[in-house]
């Protein structure tokens, strides 16, 4: 009889504690966000399952756990703690983009940085709430929307801090249908939102082989510390444009960066063991990233309204709400937001253009954070 | 600490302003620099601005019209083919190789040469040349 219940004190069953049982019900609220709505199930669900996967209680001290050195999670987390995996999201992504709307309309990349406001804004407020200033940016930037760029500095900065980030990070971009819409419609008439965008030019090929090189150089040269993140980014993009490596191109897009997602979201859900995550810190890391999220927005919108007073040629300031870099949701939202004020106004591509502006100007905020913080 | 005063004492106002211009400055010069990016390529794609003076072509002279009556003219076309031919020969022969150079008015022009006596005929259907 002792023997036995010396075993049910060894279980998950025996060792299981609330804050195990609380994050195994939001990890299975995410799976089922994942499965059944469809909310960027390509995240959520590895993420969710992770947060399963993270909170079955074990018996510690042998090599189980993600925080356990030599636990074969503790080694595929390394992806994550060394910023690994989010550079290699970023060839992936770089390998998907195309730049051409972007650079048929230069003007909306503007917008794209005036949606990292909300970086720099929820950096002042988490100083406020009495973060230190590593963990301040790394709340801040989940205002850019970008997931591998969040874990990619907290990871630099705050590595205490990975799983909360990137959870809220990744929570508020597949919560994009419900955050951004009210922002819209409290900053957008509906007049402005049916303005209509002028036709695109045709971009040369030569353009977009050029304009990776010119973005990596000016950009890296700004902020150097970006270069694990925007190097693969624009290597990824002109494997793509350049015609000449489609294979590569092709696996960096499919294959590569599905199997850093894949580590990406499982290790990062896993990250979130109930006595590591849930605390209070968490709770003002959730509520300060929506903060973010809901500032990154109203300043694109607010931007593009302001670019309004003085371009002869209006730009639809719904728009403004996709210079935060979440790839395409944002974008997709805005062009729906746009067909509900007319149905005959196609946004969709344009927002792409602020879209992928927004990636490097998230990019370039977390090499800037990282810079002035380093050391 | 909190509030303000945190933020004082991280020097975060500083760091947000410094921050944000930056990423401003960077992507509008960005963009600056993308949007003179076709201009630049056009540059290289437009072919190099020669002048050069093209004299321009002289009206082609018009041509005579051809006249099968004519029968120097029409000796002078048809002696080169008799010449290739027998010197007794039939009309069909004749008529073949005109074909063959695609000379005009084949059947005027033998007629020509046959009334001017030019062909002398030889009874069936053979005919000779005569200068």
């Known amino acids: 009889m002792d023997l036995f219940l010396q075993f049910l004190g060894n279980t998950g069953f025996g060792l299981v504690d609330w804050r195990n049982l609380v994050m195994i019900v939001v990890g299975s609220f995410f799976v089922y966000l994942a499965i059944a709505k469809k909310y960027e199930p390509l995240l959520l669900l590895p993420i969710g399952f992770g947060i399963i996967l993270g909170n079955i209680p074990f018996f510690k001290g042998f090599g189980i756990g993600i925080y356990e050195a030599n636990s074969v999670l503790h080694y595929l987390y390394f992806g994550v703690t060394s910023g690994l995996y989010p550079s290699i999201v970023f060839l992936g992504l770089g390998a998907m983009t195309d730049f051409s709307f972007l650079l048929a309309n230069p003007k909306l990349m503007l917008l794209g940085a005036a949606a990292q406001m909300g970086i720099f804004c929820t950096y002042l407020g988490a100083l406020a709430l009495g973060f230190t200033p590593q963990e301040a940016s790394s709340i801040g930037i989940i205002g850019g929307a970008d997931g591998p760029t969040s874990i990619f500095l907290t990871a630099k900065l705050a590595p205490h801090l990975i799983g909360p980030v990137a959870i809220a990070a990744y929570s508020y971009m597949a919560l994009i249908p419900i955050i951004q819409p009210p922002i819209m419609r409290l900053l957008v008439t509906k007049r402005e939102m049916r303005i209509r965008m002028p036709e695109m030019r045709q971009v040369s090929r030569r353009e977009l082989v050029i304009f990776p090189v010119v973005g990596l150089i000016l950009c890296t040269f700004m902020a150097p510390a970006s270069i694990p993140l925007l190097g693969p980014f624009f290597f990824g993009n002109i494997m793509k444009e350049s015609g000449v490596v489609d294979r590569l191109a092709n696996t960096a897009r499919n294959a590569i960066i599905d199997t850093a997602t894949i580590y990406l979201g499982l290790t990062v859900g896993a990250s979130t063991q109930g006595d590591v995550f849930l605390n209070p810190k968490s709770v003002g890391i959730f509520l300060l990233g929506a903060v973010a999220f809901s500032i990154a927005t109203a300043s694109g919108l607010l931007v593009a309204k302001f670019m309004n007073l003085f371009l002869k040629q209006k730009i639809n300031p719904l728009l403004g709400a996709a210079g935060v870099s979440a790839v395409p949701g944002s974008a997709r939202e805005v062009h729906m937001m746009g067909q509900h004020a007319d149905p005959t106004n196609f946004l969709l591509m344009h927002a792409m253009a602020c879209n992928s502006s927004g990636v490097i100007g998230s990019a370039v905020c977390a090499g800037i954070l990282w810079s002035f913080l380093m050391g | ?131």
């Open chain 2, 1 to 131: 600490m909190y509030g303000f005063e945190a933020i004082s004492h991280h020097n975060g106002w500083v760091a947000a302003a410094t921050g944000a211009c930056i990423v401003f400055a960077g992507l509008s010069t960005l963009a600056f620099l993308i949007s003179q990016l076709h201009k630049l390529v056009n540059l290289f794609d437009r072919p190099p601005k020669v002048t050069v003076t093209v004299a321009p072509p002289e009206p082609p002279a018009a041509a005579q019209p051809e006249d099968p009556l004519d029968l120097e003219r029409t000796v002078e076309r048809y002696l080169p083919l008799i010449e290739e031919l027998d010197a007794e020969f039939v009309l069909a022969d004749l008529y073949a190789l005109a074909q063959k150079y695609h000379l005009p008015h084949i059947h005027l022009s033998i007629r020509t040469l046959v009334e001017a006596g030019r062909l002398e005929p030889l009874g069936d259907g053979v005919f000779r040349f005569t200068a």
